[in-house]
């Protein structure tokens, strides 16, 4: 088995409602049960605030980010034990937030 992360991107537009929230929740925890039970979850991660700083370059230069552009966003992310990237992908497609138009990006960890 490998790891991945999932790094979940909203979808354009405003933030959930605390009521879309409190619906969307319980997709979300069955999904990650369910991830777990199947040996696959290493880490179910956290939500990242919306807001943050980059340092960059050479003159280690720091600004407000997390990015410029908001379809940047990552709001948060999971560590996933798979067979290989495209059992992590399947797994992926239960993400609830897809539903709502968002995205999942899965990576592999380099091992080194």
Known sequence: MSEFVFLY???QGPS???EELA???PKWMSWMK???ENGHLT????PLERTG?????RGKAVTDGPFAETKDLVNGFSLIRAKD???AAELAKGCPMLERGGAVEVRPVMQI
């Open 9 to 11: 991107r909203p979808p």
């Open 16 to 18: 959930l409602s605390p």
């Open 23 to 25: 619906a969307v929740m």
């Open 34 to 36: 369910q991830l777990d």
């Open 43 to 46: 880490a179910a991660g956290n």
């Open 53 to 57: 700083k980059i340092v960059k370059g």
């Open 85 to 87: 990237l495209n059992q």
